[in-house]
C-alpha cells in the first residue's frame, strides 16, 4: 500500500517522516507546476474552484507515481470542499486509475478521523493511531513556527539570502528530529539561527496580512508565490489562518494557542454575525483585528467562484470604509498570470509605503 | 399599518405563500418588489463585487427598489432546512451582506433557521420569534403559522400537479385544489434549475418561456415530492449536503428513470460553485440516457444565443422521436 495526500504547503513535511517511522509506504506528490494545474483544468468541471483543480492534478501525479491510496480529508458542508473526494474520485475512476480514496465524513470529529485512518491501515489498534495522529499534528505546529519565523526575518535580513538558508536547515532539523524530545530541543537552536543573523539597521518593514481562503493563502504554488515575493522584496508577511491552528481548533493540542475561529469571530461580529463556510469567519475577523493592530495593507486572495470568500468580499468592502484599512482582492484562477498579479502588487506596495510616509 | 417587504428573490420563489399568509394572519401589511427588470440587474450589479452570482445581484437589485417603502425587511437567514444538509454559504451570509452593501437600511428581520443545530423544530421556532416581534398573543401567532403552512403545503401542491408558478400562488388562496387542465403537448422536458433560476421572470423569457413557446411541457425539480428526490440520490457514495444541490440532482436522476422525460435542460448561473459540482454529478450518472442541454447565465446573457441552442436541441429531440 503506497499512500499519498495532495499537496499543501508542508504537509507532506508533518505527516512523511511520522508514517515512514511506523512503516508505511509514502508516495510524495510533486510540487505543483503548470503540469499539475493543466492535469486537473483538463479533467475537472469547468466553475470547480482552483483548489480542486490543483489538487486533482496532485492526485494523478501521485497515482503515476505509483501511489494506490489517496488521503483526501472530506467534509459536511457548506463550503465545496467537504464533496471534493467524491466528485475526484468519479473523475479519477472515469480516467482508468484504481486506488482507495479515503475520506471522513466529519473530519472536524476525531472519532471520525480515527475511523478513517484504521480504513486505511486495516490493523492498527486505536491507541497508536491516536499517538500517530497527534504526532503529525504537533510536527505541524512546528512547521507552522518556522514558516512564521521565516516570514518575520526574512524581510529584516541584512545579506541577502541568509533567512532562507536558515530556514532549509531548520526545516532539515525538523525532519531529522523524530522523537518530540528532540523537536523541543531543536526550538531554541533554530531561535538562536535567526537572532544570530544579520539584520539591518533602523528598518522597520512594511506589514502586509493576507486573508483568505486557506489553500490560496498558504500555499505558494497556488497564490502565484507573492508570499515568498513580498518577503524577498522586504514586506514582513502576516498570514490569517496556518494549518495547525485549523487542526487546533478542531483537535485542541497546542496548549497556549486560542481557539483562532472564535478569535476571529469576536472580531468579526460586527459585520459577520454567523460562520457562512470556508474560512469566510477567519477572513474577516482577521482583517478587523489586523487592521486595529497596525497592519498596512490587506491582501484579499481567494480561489475565482469561492462562495464563502465572495460573501466575504462583499463585507471586506464595508471594513475597507470603517477601519480606512487598504485591502487589495486578488482572485486566483488558472488563467491567472504572475505578471499581472505582480504588477497590481507592486501598485498596491506604492500606494502602502505613500500612505506611511503621509503620517 | 406595519408594512413588511419582501424582495422577490432567491427563497421568495420557495416560501412566498407561508410567508405571505404568515404576515397577513398577523394583520401586517406585506410588500412584494415588482417583478424583475433590466434596470434592477444593473442596480444589483453595482452594488456587489463582479464575481457573485446573478440571483445574488438581482436580490439586492430588488432589496434596493424595497427598502424605502417598507417599516421592516424580510431577509431571513436560511442557514440550513434540513438535519443533514446547509444551504448556499451565500443565503448565510445573506443578511450580513446586505448590511454591508446598501446602506440606509429599514430593521431588517434577520433571524436564523438552523435544522442541522437545533433540530426540525427550528423552523417552527423562527416563525414564533418573527411573529413575537409583532404580536406579543402567542396564541395568534401560532395560529397565523398554522395556516400559513396549510397554504404553504397546498402551494406545493399545485406545483407537483404541474400548475406554473403564478397560476400556483393563486390557486393556493382557495381551499379547494383545481384539477390541472393542461393538455399533452409535443412531449415532456425537464428542466433542472434552482427554483430562483426557474421562475424569475428575466429568465423565464429567455428559457422556460422558449421552451414552451415550441409546445413542450416543462417538468421543474418542485413536480417531484421530497420522497421521489430521496429516491433519486439514494445510490450516491456520500449524500449531497445542500439541499438545493440534492434536490438538482434527485430530480434529474428521476427524470432519467421516467420515459416519458424526453430530455433535459441544465441550467446554471455563471460562478455558482455548487452548480459545477451538481451538474458533474448529473453528467456521470445520467451519460446517455438522457439528452442534455447545459445553460450557464450571467448578466450579460442574450436571448438570441440562448433560443438558437434551445431550437437546435428541441430539434434534436424531435428527430430522435422520429426515428423510433
Known amino acids: 500500500m503506497k499512500i499519498t495526500a495532495p499537496y499543501l504547503g508542508m504537509l ?7 508514517l515512514k517511522n511506523v512503516g508505511a509506504e509514502i508516495v510524495y506528490p510533486p510540487k505543483p507546476t503548470k503540469r499539475t494545474l493543466d492535469l486537473g483544468t483538463k479533467h475537472a468541471p469547468e466553475f470547480a474552484c482552483f483548489p480542486f483543480k490543483v489538487t486533482l492534478g496532485s492526485m494523478i501525479e501521485a497515482l503515476e507515481l505509483g501511489a494506490d491510496t489517496i488521503f483526501m480529508i472530506g467534509g459536511w458542508g457548506p463550503c465545496r470542499f467537504g464533496y471534493y473526494d467524491v466528485i475526484q474520485e468519479l473523475i479519477l475512476r472515469d480516467l482508468g486509475y484504481q486506488f482507495i480514496m479515503g475520506s471522513a465524513n466529519n473530519p472536524d470529529a476525531l472519532r471520525d478521523m480515527l475511523d478513517l485512518m484504521q480504513k486505511i491501515s486495516g490493523s492498527r489498534s486505536k491507541w497508536s493511531l491516536y499517538k500517530i495522529f497527534f504526532s503529525i499534528l504537533i510536527r505541524l505546529s512546528f512547521l507552522d513556527w518556522v514558516l512564521k519565523k521565516y516570514f518575520r526575518y526574512k524581510p529584516r535580513e541584512a545579506v541577502s539570502g541568509e533567512a532562507d538558508q536558515i530556514f532549509e536547515r531548520a526545516l532539515h532539523l525538523i525532519e531529522n528530529s523524530v522523537s518530540l524530545a528532540r523537536l523541543l530541543k531543536s526550538v531554541p537552536i ?18 502586509v496580512a493576507m486573508v483568505g481562503e486557506l489553500f490560496t493563502v ?15 522584496r522586504g514586506i514582513e508577511v502576516l498570514k490569517s489562518v496556518c494549518l495547525s491552528d485549523y487542526a487546533n481548533d478542531r483537535f485542541r493540542f497546542k496548549p497556549f494557542r486560542r481557539n483562532q475561529f472564535k478569535f476571529s469571530s469576536r472580531y468579526a461580529r460586527p459585520y459577520l454575525r454567523f460562520h457562512s463556510g470556508g474560512e469566510s469567519i477567519e477572513s474577516v475577523g482577521k482583517t478587523v483585528y489586523f487592521a486595529k493592530n497596525g497592519v498596512d495593507g490587506v491582501i484579499h486572495i481567494f480561489p475565482f467562484t469561492c462562495m464563502p470568500e465572495l460573501v466575504a468580499q462583499t463585507i471586506l468592502t464595508k471594513v475597507q470604509k470603517d477601519l480606512d484599512i487598504p485591502i487589495l482582492t486578488l482572485i486566483i484562477d ?7 498579479v505582480q504588477t497590481r502588487l507592486e501598485a498596491f506596495i506604492d500606494l502602502l509605503e505613500r500612505r506611511r510616509r503621509r503620517r | 399599518m406595519t408594512k413588511v417587504g419582501i424582495p422577490r428573490g432567491l427563497l421568495f420563489y420557495r416560501y412566498f405563500p407561508l410567508w405571505e399568509t404568515f404576515f397577513e394572519s398577523l ?4 410588500i412584494v418588489s415588482n417583478p424583475t427588470t433590466e434596470a434592477m440587474i444593473r442596480q444589483g450589479s453595482k452594488l456587489l463585487p463582479g464575481d457573485l452570482c446573478l440571483p445574488i445581484k438581482i436580490y439586492f437589485g430588488h432589496v434596493e427598489s424595497l427598502r424605502k417603502e417598507v417599516d421592516f ?3 431571513p437567514r436560511y442557514i440550513s432546512i434540513e438535519l443533514d444538509a446547509y444551504m448556499c454559504p451565500k443565503f448565510i451570509g445573506l443578511p450580513d451582506m446586505v448590511l454591508c452593501a446598501i446602506d440606509p437600511l429599514p430593521p431588517l ?3 436564523p433557521i438552523h435544522c442541522k443545530a437545533q433540530g426540525t423544530k427550528a423552523e417552527e421556532n423562527f416563525y414564533l420569534k418573527v411573529g413575537r416581534i409583532f404580536s406579543k398573543n402567542r396564541k395568534k401567532v401560532e395560529r397565523a403559522y398554522a395556516i400559513a403552512m396549510e397554504r404553504q403545503s397546498r402551494f406545493r401542491l399545485l406545483l407537483q400537479k404541474g400548475f406554473p408558478f403564478e397560476k400556483a400562488l393563486d390557486s393556493s388562496r382557495s381551499s379547494e385544489i383545481p384539477e390541472n387542465p393542461k393538455e399533452d403537448g409535443e412531449g415532456k422536458l425537464g428542466m433542472i434549475g434552482r427554483p430562483y433560476y426557474v421562475h424569475d421572470p428575466f429568465l423565464k423569457k429567455h428559457v422556460v418561456e422558449q421552451v414552451e413557446g415550441r409546445g413542450y411541457d416543462l417538468l421543474t425539480t418542485e413536480v417531484l415530492e421530497d420522497q421521489a428526490i430521496e429516491e433519486g440520490v439514494e445510490h450516491l457514495r456520500k449524500r449531497i449536503y445542500w439541499s438545493f444541490g440534492k434536490e438538482m440532482v434527485g430530480a434529474a436522476i428521476r427524470f432519467s428513470q421516467n420515459g416519458s422525460v424526453k430530455g433535459m435542460i441544465n441550467l446554471a448561473s455563471f460562478g455558482c460553485g455548487q452548480d459545477s459540482f451538481n451538474f458533474e454529478l448529473i453528467q456521470h450518472y445520467i451519460k446517455d440516457k438522457l439528452p442534455m442541454l447545459s445553460l450557464v447565465f450571467d448578466e450579460h446573457l442574450s436571448g ?4 438558437t441552442r434551445i431550437e437546435a436541441f428541441l430539434e434534436m429531440i424531435a428527430r430522435r422521436k422520429n426515428r423510433r
Open chain 1, 12 to 18: 507532506h513535511r508533518a505527516y512523511g517522516p511520522v
Open chain 2, 109 to 111: 428581520i434577520d433571524l
Open chain 2, 73 to 75: 425587511l424580510f431577509i
Open chain 2, 304 to 307: 438570441a444565443g440562448f433560443s
Open chain 1, 190 to 207: 533554530i531561535s538562536f539561527w535567526f537572532k544570530k543573523m544579520k539584520k539591518r539597521k533602523n528598518v522597520t518593514p512594511l506589514r
Open chain 2, 27 to 30: 394583520g401586517i401589511q406585506v
Open chain 1, 334 to 340: 488558472e488563467h491567472t498570470a504572475v505578471g499581472g
Open chain 1, 218 to 232: 498558504l500555499d505558494p504554488s497556488a497564490n502565484m508565490e507573492i508570499d515568498l515575493w513580498l518577503a524577498r
